[in-house]
């Protein structure tokens, strides 16, 4: 299933990341889902990701992990981890050391910059946030 969304403010695109985790809910249920991200620096993928983690896992305040590479919210069903490896130099090595794969098992994913994986897991949901002026964004999510 693919979606386009039309965002004029970052308070649009953390809905446009609610209604993905909405849309996954109702479209896949139980299974455990791995997200990648795609967009330039400024993009919104935080603000996409802030809306996201909050409709699964309520009341968890989402920031960027930009210096801890992941963050963890656990007040949900389901835990969710965001990952953020734009800062990650070698990225197998240090998804290792992190234990990626753990991860990857327990609770859903949702990773900024996953064009720096080594590989993707099988079923991946894509999103691309593109800016198409100073704080409006297309969103193509493909699920």
């Known amino acids: 299933m693919k979606d386009y969304i039309e965002t004029d403010s970052p308070q649009e695109t953390e809905q ?61 069903a389901v ?15 240090g998804l290792e050391e992190i234990g990626f794969d753990e991860y990857v098992s327990g609770g859903h994913c949702i990773v900024e910059w996953s064009e720096h994986l080594p590989a993707l897991p099988a079923d991946v949901i894509t999103v691309h946030i593109r800016k198409t002026g100073e704080s409006s964004r297309q969103i193509e999510m493909e699920y």
């Open 79 to 93: 835990p969710v981890f965001h990952f953020d490896l734009y800062r990650l130099e070698d990225c197998a090595d």
């Open 16 to 76: 446009a990341g609610a209604y993905l985790a909405d849309c996954l809910r109702a479209y896949r249920g139980d299974e455990l889902w791995f997200v990648c991200l795609y967009g330039d620096l400024g993009a919104g993928k935080t603000a996409f990701v802030r809306g996201f983690a909050g409709a699964l896992s309520p009341d968890s305040r989402v920031k960027s992990p930009t210096y801890t590479i992941v963050h963890e919210y656990r007040a949900g």
